[in-house]
């Protein structure tokens, strides 16, 4: 299967370099752009472009590994606070919604800076999180149904423990909705046929109004059976919502920055082939019960084949941005901004209400921004954080 892998992802790749302009790849320094730009390499000549972060923290020490292991040139573009704050507007602007990922900003100073050095097209390892289970709570969800074949081979037992233990099992899903969507899925940005005014609330308030979350309510019933032989199409549902959920708004955001710069961005994992290929294949060549460090198991073992074991295997760090430094300081902007009007705080009630939390405060300037460009019609250039 890894050799069936293989060849899938070494054609898509090579017809994804057809182009007669100058290419380059997005290499991070994690697994799904190292592979991408690791057999790009063997089939072109291309630089690597690498967002890092001035003063230390990002995934530099192992972009710059990749790029040693295959002798190709990295360009890097850090990333400082004054870049992140003086470009937010501009891309809320040409998003047309609030900014959910906090990397969107790293990704377009590398954009810009592969645009003034005459890139036209870039290859991206988006996807292989979402088809081969890369994400924290594909494990975790994967750990409750090994759990539930568990607990429901031992009647007694479950009996015993129905209480805690079919509460836990029924609110699994929750939590997983709780925690996980509100640190990683964007809520609101086109999941939704809603009113716009809904999707904002929705966006912001999601842990208050899980009804309206039309596409995982389905999900959620289901799992709420806690029917054993239903609980595996469970896992899968949860991870294929992926494929239309959080993949699309992290395609929307990468078309939208890309073209902003004049580059035309390029998924090679996802084409038809390879998504057949990952929705038929076992669970546990995703997810592998004795596998190092997280999911994606089959994909890494290709990985080995073309990478060093110190950027396979090693934490998942998901394009890191020093967010609690950059917004802590930002105050100002919400006074007698769109926020207040829209919530109906005060600005006091406003501070109180994001105070322990510096997601929930970059999600507030992220409705602060996108309320003064699109409901209040203000220039974004003449919009400053601070």
């Not at 697994?31 to 730009?37: A, F, L, N, P, W």
């Not at 790293?106 to 999180?129: N, P, T």
């Not at 929705?202 to 995982?216: C, G, M, T, V």
Request: proline content about 3%; some cysteine.
């Amino acid at each position: 299967m890894v050799d069936e892998l293989e060849t899938l992802v070494i054609n898509n790749v090579k017809s994804h370099l057809v182009s007669d302009a100058p290419l380059a790849t997005l290499c991070s320094g994690g697994v799904d752009s190292s592979i991408i730009s690791a057999i790009a390499a063997q089939h072109t000549q291309l630089d690597l472009y690498h967002a890092g972060v001035e003063g230390g923290g990002g995934e530099e020490e192992y972009a710059e590994i990749v790029s040693a292991h295959l002798g190709k040139n990295i360009i890097y573009e850090k990333m400082t606070a004054e870049k992140y704050w003086s470009a937010y507007p501009y891309l809320t602007y040409i998003s047309d919604l609030p900014i959910y990922h906090p990397n969107d900003i790293s990704l377009h100073c590398i954009a810009s800076k592969a645009h003034a050095d005459g890139i036209k097209v870039m290859l991206s390892g988006e996807g292989a999180d979402e088809l081969f289970g890369g994400y924290s709570w594909h494990q975790r969800q994967m750990k409750q149904y090994r759990l539930a074949r568990i607990f429901a081979s031992k009647k007694s037992l479950l009996t015993r423990l129905s209480g805690d233990y079919a509460r836990t099992m029924r609110d699994g899903f929750e939590q997983f909705t709780l925690k996980d969507i509100t640190d990683y899925m964007p809520l609101g940005l086109g999941y939704f046929d809603m009113s716009n005014d809904l999707i904002m609330r929705s966006f912001l308030f999601e842990s208050q109004d899980f009804s309206n979350w039309k596409r995982l309510a389905i999900i959620h019933e289901k799992y709420n059976t806690l029917i054993t032989s239903e609980f595996e199409k469970n896992m899968l549902s949860a991870i294929h919502f992926n494929y239309y959920g959080h993949l699309g708004s992290i395609l929307h955001r990468t078309d939208r920055i890309l073209m902003a710069n004049s580059i035309e961005g390029r998924v090679p994992f996802l084409t038809k082939d390879i998504i057949d290929f990952s929705m038929n294949i076992p669970l546990n060549l995703k997810i592998h019960r004795r596998f190092r460090k997280d999911g994606k198991y089959l994909l890494k073992k290709l990985a080995e084949r073309y990478l060093p074991d110190s950027v396979i295997y090693r934490p998942k760090a998901g394009f890191p941005v020093p967010m609690d430094e950059y917004i802590q300081p930002i105050e100002r902007i919400f006074e007698n901004g769109y926020a207040m009007e829209f919530t109906g705080m005060s600005l006091r009630m406003l501070k109180d209400f994001y105070a322990a939390n510096p997601l929930l405060k970059f999600r507030l300037l992220a409705l602060e921004v996108y309320g003064r460009i699109f409901v209040r019609h203000e220039d974004y250039r003449h919009i400053h954080i601070e």
